[in-house]
């Protein structure tokens, strides 16, 4: 007689190859409660680093994967953040989304991104679609969406929004000074001697491309040299933009010995544009960016930028709102901007 096993699924089997790893396994190896595991992976809770390291390598040990679906019912969440960036082929907001990435997965929480495309109504899209998966908070990356929207989207779950001067409960805003690093950037050119000096807007709807525009004016006021709008070429934030900006301000046929580009891209394509009207970088126009990206080190020559970590924001974006989260009130300081001197730019002669 042929005696059949009985049939197995997957997940039995997988079972039986590896028992499960609890959470008051992992309290265990660590030498802790259950109920500090579940704060740490929580992100909200507050022990020594020894304690942290301890948990840390217990988890490593043991295999833990948390259960977010348990951890859900538990308390009422799904342990998913949302984010609504702009362009998900952006080097800056790229670079943002990896900050958040990287700081969101250890702790337990799933990111859900999805990309505005600067257009308020898709962004209105992105945010139903998030808000329909029930995640815990969401934070948008400055974006079109108006400031009475997100004051409306903070009364149903915490928002965090970069780029904004905006307050209201539920919401926190990370504004970085957009108005003093273009100052200093255009400050920069002023020192080495340049009175000419051209200025390569972003896309005129967007608040960074506004305050950048007000901080080239503000240098130039203080140095008491007079703003030329024959000197503006409006951009669009990526490369081709900035290369037709050259095209533009060389029609004119101002004078200029010195450029300003809003960011790194542009920048990149004003580099471009130059070169191609054989005017050499630093040698005939000096060229600064902003943002400082990772890849400005290595463009020929290396670009001076105003370091604004795209980064760091992501990871501070994800601080304070998990601080949020854990009921308390953000506390939190943008870092200034800062100048990174490169050799895209040089001392006029005179």
Same mark, same amino acid.
């Given at each position: ?127 139903? +679609? ?154 005939? +126009? ?65």
């Amino acid at each position: 007689m042929n005696i059949q096993s009985p049939k197995r699924s997957v997940k039995d089997m997988v079972k039986a190859m590896s028992p499960t790893v609890t959470l008051e396994m992992v309290a265990r190896e660590a030498g802790v409660s259950p109920a500090t595991v579940s704060r740490i992976l929580n992100g909200t809770a507050v022990v020594s680093a020894v304690r942290k390291e301890a948990v840390d390598a217990a988890i490593a040990k043991l295999g833990f994967v948390p259960n977010p679906v348990a951890r859900g019912l538990a308390g009422g969440r799904t342990f998913s953040i949302g984010v609504v960036t702009q362009a998900l082929d952006s080097p800056f907001y790229g670079s943002a989304l990896r900050g958040i990435e990287e700081k969101l997965l250890p702790l337990g929480y799933s990111p859900l991104f999805v990309s505005g495309q600067w257009d308020a109504a898709v962004e209105t899209k992105c945010m139903d +679609v998030l808000r329909s998966r029930r995640v815990d908070g969401i934070i948008v990356l400055t974006g079109r969406l108006t400031d009475k929207a997100l004051k409306a989207y903070a009364k149903t779950l915490p928002i965090v929004v970069t780029g904004r001067k905006l307050s209201a409960p539920g919401l926190a805003a990370l504004y970085c000074d957009n108005v003093e690093g273009a100052r200093l950037a255009t400050q920069h050119l002023i020192d080495l001697g340049h009175r000419q000096i051209a200025f390569i807007s972003g896309d005129p709807q967007h608040p960074d491309a506004i305050d950048r525009l007000q901080g080239y004016r503000n240098a130039l006021e203080s140095a008491r040299i007079r703003f030329d709008p024959a000197l503006v070429a409006e951009g669009g934030f990526y490369e081709a933009s900035g290369l037709q900006a050259v095209g533009d301000l060389l029609a004119t046929r101002k004078r200029f010995t010195a450029i300003f580009a809003a960011n790194d891209q542009m920048a990149v394509g004003a580099a471009l544009g130059l070169s191609r009207h054989s005017l050499r970088v630093p040698e005939d +126009v000096s060229l600064i960016g902003y943002d400082d990206l990772s890849s400005s080190l290595y463009s020929n020559p290396p670009l001076s930028s105003i370091h604004q970590s795209a980064f760091e924001l992501g990871q501070q974006a994800v601080d304070v709102l998990l601080q949020m989260l854990a009921g308390e009130k953000p506390v939190f300081e943008v870092p200034a901007p800062r100048l990174v001197s490169r050799e895209s730019c040089r001392r006029l002669s005179i």
